[in-house]
């Protein structure tokens, strides 16, 4: 697990934040493109 998924997954939980805020974690590689499709339900790839 990355160091941020908690965090992430926290705020987008919460609705703090976006699915495209997420996505731009993996490209700053707080999360994995695997964690982001685990938080938001969606593939990365979309």
């Not at 934040?17 to 593939?43: H, Y």
């Amino acid at each position: 697990m990355s160091n941020k998924y908690e965090k992430v997954r926290g705020y987008f939980d919460r609705g703090l934040w976006s699915i495209e805020r997420v996505r731009n974690a993996v490209v700053k590689g707080w999360i994995t493109a695997e964690e982001f499709e685990t938080i938001t339900g969606l593939d990365y790839g979309e």
